[in-house]
């Protein structure tokens, strides 16, 4: 036994050791990963901020000047501009200088003040149709505001039901705390594939695989030899992403480390594995890197991270059940933001675990295969 360790961790040390002294195995992953979540921390947010507006006041009055005032002091909103005609109002929404425009008719105050309902029109750049959805729900909750305040300044009789709303878990809605613990998987699954997915592949490309096979070691030696540094390599990186994610990004965690790992663990044995499947059927690193990419872009979708899975088809939602990171995105988002525990994800330790043992049986098979 104590023989057989010695020659798994000597052959994971003769991979790391490789990875390491090639520049581009360095540049794959150490760059891009960082890079990746730098951008995805900063740019991939739903989150609406500096909308261009403009605004056309035919009325002047005080009520309309507040109107106006909330708008233009809202992080959300940016006035560009008061324009002096219909005209420059349309010019700016066709030249795209501005998302949204403001046309306020010239009894806006004088309707408001005798009682009446006075009417706004707000016109949104439908060619982005999401940002100006959004756009419009900002809008009318600054206009809700201001409605509240002209009941309690004119003492005016509130209405009967008020709707008052709370998030649990992310009380400000900040999207940036839903998508870079997403991001922390993606890029763990990026760089244990990357890892495991080339490393057999790279052994026969550079012509030492026969080298390999002249050794003492069996094949079940060598695919451990070849998924310990994958491990490591994931669980540093892993690492690495979630104290960026909470000392960088500012992402709360309010859960256990202990079940944060233990997912980690569980996962990366499952990537693991799924990366030396791809690394036994791949000839050559490009075939590797095209496997890679292969299994990713499906992972990702059907993950969760973007659209909920419960709004999927049902055929596309029992695909979902052999996708590790959907597992793993429950784990990481619970632990940060819903404070679970170790014993609360053993409805997702418990896949991972048995896509991990699958994907190794497999790998193992088609190495032998490849032996033959």
């Known amino acids: 036994m104590g023989s057989i360790l010695q020659r798994v961790i000597a052959l994971s040390i003769k991979e790391l050791l490789a990875l390491l002294r090639d520049a581009a195995s360095r540049a794959v992953l150490i760059g891009p990963p960082i890079i990746q979540l730098l951008v995805f921390g900063y740019a991939a ?35 560009l501009r008061v324009v002096r005609n219909q005209k420059d109002l349309q010019q700016a929404i066709d030249d795209k200088s501005a998302l949204m425009a403001m046309d306020i008719g010239p009894t806006f105050s004088s309707d408001i003040e005798r009682g009446k309902t006075a009417h706004i029109q707000l016109i949104l750049d439908g060619r982005d149709s999401n940002t100006a959805g959004l756009a419009s729900g900002y809008a009318q909750s600054i206009v809700t505001t201001f409605n509240g305040a ?3 300044a004119h003492g005016a009789r509130a209405p009967s039901t008020v709707l008052l709303d709370r998030a649990w878990f992310n009380p400000n809605l900040i999207s940036r ?24 592949a790279r052994e026969r ?3 030492t695989f026969d080298q390999l096979l002249v050794t003492p070691m069996s094949p079940t030696e060598i695919l451990m030899g070849k998924a310990l540094p994958g491990y490591l390599v994931g669980m540093i990186e892993g690492t690495f992403i979630v104290l960026a994610s909470i000392f960088w990004f500012h992402v709360p965690f309010t859960g ?14 499952a990537t693991v594995g799924i990366g030396l499947m791809i690394s036994s059927l791949a000839v050559t690193q490009q075939q590797g890197l095209l496997g890679v990419f292969l299994f990713m872009v499906p992972a990702i979708v059907l993950s969760g991270f973007a659209t ?15 996708d590790p990171l959907r597992y793993f995105l429950v784990i990481l988002r619970g632990s940060f933001l819903e404070g679970g525990s170790a014993s609360e994800y053993w409805p997702q330790y418990w896949p991972l675990v ?8 497999v790998a193992g098979r088609l190495f032998r295969g490849r032996l033959a």
């Open 45 to 79: 947010t739903f989150d609406l901020q500096h909308v261009p507006f403009v605004v056309y006041n035919q009325d002047q009055g005080q009520l309309s000047r507040e109107l106006i005032a909330r708008f233009a002091g809202s992080p959300t909103f940016d006035l």
């Open 150 to 152: 002209l009941i309690t």
């Open 177 to 200: 705390w839903f998508i870079v613990p997403g991001i922390c998987g993606i890029l763990t699954l990026l760089v244990s594939l990357l890892t495991t997915g080339l490393s057999v």
């Open 205 to 207: 490309e550079m012509g």
């Open 256 to 269: 256990s480390f202990v079940g944060l790992y233990v997912g980690f663990g569980c996962f990366l044995l």
């Open 308 to 322: 909920p899975i419960a709004n999927m088809p049902r055929a596309v939602q029992y695909v979902t059940l052999f």
């Open 354 to 361: 048995a896509i991990g043992v699958v994907s190794m049986i």
